[in-house]
């Protein structure tokens, strides 16, 4: 009897300890889905971060950063990774459109006038773009699929 009496606390551990990891197993995690809202099109300073699908190199300075700025009142400027530049909009006929007009530029010589003359030339193909999170993607088709001409992502404005 002695024996078993030994034998029963351990089984009644190891019962218990059984009971627990089977209640872990069977325990469904909570799971939150944490969506991040758009960021506005306006009004965002828009930090390129990749063109043509390559990931940016990284510039020299912070103010060499090239980033787009897109006003309520209808303008767009930034900075092509040397030089300023500042133009227009065509208005939008559908969601999704956006076409830079008469964008003119600062002509300083620079290091970064590849990365400069990528950049200008993605604004002036653009027609269309889409906004997901904290992230602009710049298109030529409506189907707004494929590489973006242009990756950003939505900074702190200074």
Not at 66 to 81: N, Q, V
Not at 137 to 145: D, F, K, M, P, Q
Request: proline share 8%; net charge neutral.
């Amino acid at each position: 009897m002695r024996r078993f009496a030994f034998l029963l606390p351990c089984l009644v551990l190891v019962g218990a300890a059984c009971q627990r990891v089977t209640d872990r197993a069977n325990t469904t995690p909570m799971v939150s889905a944490v969506t991040t809202p758009d960021a506005p099109l306006r009004e965002t300073r828009w930090t390129v971060f990749a063109m043509g699908g390559q990931p940016l190199a990284p510039a020299a300075s912070p103010d060499q950063v090239p980033y787009l700025l897109i006003s309520d009142a209808g303008t767009a400027e930034g900075m092509s990774g040397c030089n300023r530049f500042r133009g227009g909009l065509k208005p939008a006929e559908t969601d999704g459109q956006l076409e830079f007009v008469n964008l003119g530029s600062t002509r300083m010589a620079c290091p970064l006038m590849d990365t400069e003359h990528k950049f200008t030339q993605a604004l002036d193909a653009t027609r269309y773009y889409h906004i997901s999170g904290d992230t602009l993607r710049l298109y030529t088709s409506a189907e707004r699929t494929g590489t973006p001409l242009v990756q950003l992502v939505a900074a702190k404005m200074p």
